[in-house]
């Protein structure tokens, strides 16, 4: 369970980073679709860390509210499971 979450969290985080490069240029997307299922699958964390640290989508309200509750639930399923 743990080295799943670890993986999820480190796949979500370079999936939404990768995205942020992509709209930097103008790139062709992630969709958010995408980035949500990588969330609701255990790596709402690594979204999270990832919307802070590159400052992506943290203007869009579902992502900022939803995905810290959403890491917290992760945490407390991780912790309740371990």
Known sequence: ???????????SYA?????KRKAKRGAWRTSE?????LAFTGGAVGSWVA???HRHKT?????KYGM???AII????????S
């Open 33 to 37: 679709l995408t980035l949500w299922l």
């Open 51 to 53: 919307m802070q640290t």
């Open 59 to 63: 203007k869009h309200a579902a992502f």
């Open 74 to 81: 992760d945490l407390g399923l991780l912790a309740y499971f």
């Open 68 to 70: 810290p509750l959403l």
């Open 1 to 11: 369970m743990f080295i799943y979450f670890v993986l999820i969290n480190v796949l």
């Open 15 to 19: 999936v939404m980073a990768n995205d």
